[in-house]
């Protein structure tokens, strides 16, 4: 099975800051990544498929990049509703996996 | 849109089985990737598995091969999950997704003795 490891797995950024997150599979995937943003009580919501590709009506500070092995997802300038839990999953192959999530806390 | 509704909360013994639904409205049911995530107290997201009912085609991960159980009823636009020998690990909320762009609200399921 693939494995998904997200790193960081949390960090703390304020309102302007360009936040980085980091995803690698264990094995190639090719482009099938998707990322999901999920608030305390809430259902997830994707922002990203295809590694790169917005899911609509996503704002265009996030960006998806990446293939094979390493993906990253990049917010260009985080604004106040953007803290929250950040996944990675792999739609590859099955099992589709995620990875552990990364939490975007005030600094 | 596709929307997803998903049954009540359960409270199970450790032991037993519980099965959930998820009834879908909009959309193509046949064509669909119903998939099921859930997510224990403070945790991360975990895939279950999917379906996709016009194939039929069911895969699982490696940790509920064994005893989790996805349906679909097309006739319904209904799919179901069936999670058998409960244990306390298991408290979660359990959600389905349509091609994991639409959401249901999620189940709660409780494994208390």
């Known amino acids: 099975d693939i494995q998904m490891t997200q790193s960081p797995s949390a960090m703390s950024a304020s309102v302007g800051d360009r936040v980085t997150i980091t995803c690698r599979a264990s094995?190639?995937?090719?482009?099938?990544l998707a990322w999901f943003q999920q608030k305390p009580g809430k259902v997830p919501k994707r922002l990203i498929y295809?590694?790169?590709r917005l899911q609509s009506g996503v704002p265009s500070r996030f960006s998806g990049s990446g293939s094979g092995t390493e993906f990253t997802l990049t917010i260009s300038s985080l604004q106040p509703e953007d803290f929250a839990t950040y996944y990675c999953?792999?739609?590859?192959?099955?099992?589709?996996?995620f990875g552990q999530g990364t939490k975007v806390e005030v600094k | 849109q596709v929307v997803l509704v998903q049954s009540g909360a359960e409270v199970k013994k450790p032991g037993s089985t519980v099965k959930f639904s998820c009834k879908t409205s909009?959309?193509?049911?046949?064509?669909?990737?119903i998939s099921w995530v859930r997510q224990a107290p403070g945790q991360g997201l975990e895939w279950m598995g999917s379906?996709?009912?016009?194939?039929?085609?069911?895969n699982y991960a490696q940790n509920f091969q064994d005893r989790a159980t996805i349906t679909a009823d097309e006739s319904t636009t209904t799919a179901y999950m069936e999670l058998s020998r409960l244990t306390s690990d298991d408290t979660a909320v359990y959600y389905c997704?349509?091609?994991?762009?639409?959401w249901g609200q999620g189940t709660l399921v409780t494994v208390s003795s």
């Open positions: 997704a349509r091609d994991l762009v639409d």
């Open positions: 909009g959309g193509t049911f046949s064509t669909f990737v």
């Open positions: 379906i996709i009912p016009i194939f039929g085609t069911r």
């Open positions: 094995q190639g995937i090719g482009n099938s």
């Open positions: 295809a590694a790169s």
């Open positions: 999953l792999q739609h590859n192959t099955y099992p589709q996996a």
